[in-house]
């Protein structure tokens, strides 16, 4: 029984890293000429697509390229003076009571977005709005409680921006 425990693991263990392995020269070659200095790079398969988060310039990035090495999206972390003000004031009057974590700035087809990170108390959320500071979508988020590592909800499924659940 031990035995198939360990080959269970060690097939696992593989799988994970056959994975990551597994994102094309072409896309890795595209992203080390972009950002030959990046460090903390991590690679991370999103089928069709490939993720790659990364640190530049002190600055948290995240690419996303589809197999031909062209880059689909990008998300860049934001500190909470460098968010635009017209997103705060959207979150306060969209979500009181919630405290804005950390934000982010997100292109992908030529269109931009603002990614806003939400807290209260123990719940989470995220918040996707318009560089004019409409609400477009809520999604909720599962994170372990920090104290004791149980997983904790935040507000139940994901809105558009007319409050409709999405699927």
Do not use: C
Not at 32 to 51: C, G, I, R, S
Not at 126 to 150: C, H, Q, R, S, Y
Request: net charge neutral; glycine share 8%; proline share 4%.
């Amino acid at each position: 029984m031990k035995k198939l425990l360990i080959v269970a693991i060690v097939l696992f263990a593989g799988s994970i890293f056959a994975q990551e392995a597994k994102v094309p020269s072409q896309v890795k070659a595209k992203f080390k000429a972009l950002y030959p200095h990046a460090e903390k790079v991590k690679w991370d398969v999103e089928k069709p697509n490939y993720e790659v988060n990364f640190k530049a310039n002190d600055t948290e990035t995240s690419l996303l390229f589809n197999a031909k090495g062209n880059i689909v999206e990008v998300e860049t972390a934001l500190e909470e003076d460098d968010m635009p003000g017209v997103i705060e004031k959207s979150v306060k009057k969209n979500f009181p009571g919630w405290e804005l974590k950390e934000g982010s700035k997100i292109v992908r087809n030529g269109k931009t977005t603002y990614e806003a990170e939400l807290k209260k108390g123990k719940k989470r959320m995220d918040a996707i709005f318009t560089p004019g500071g409409k609400l477009v979508k809520k999604i909720a988020n599962v994170e372990k409680d920090e104290e004791n590592g149980k997983a904790e909800k935040g507000e139940k499924g994901e809105k558009d921006e007319e409050g409709e659940n999405e699927k």
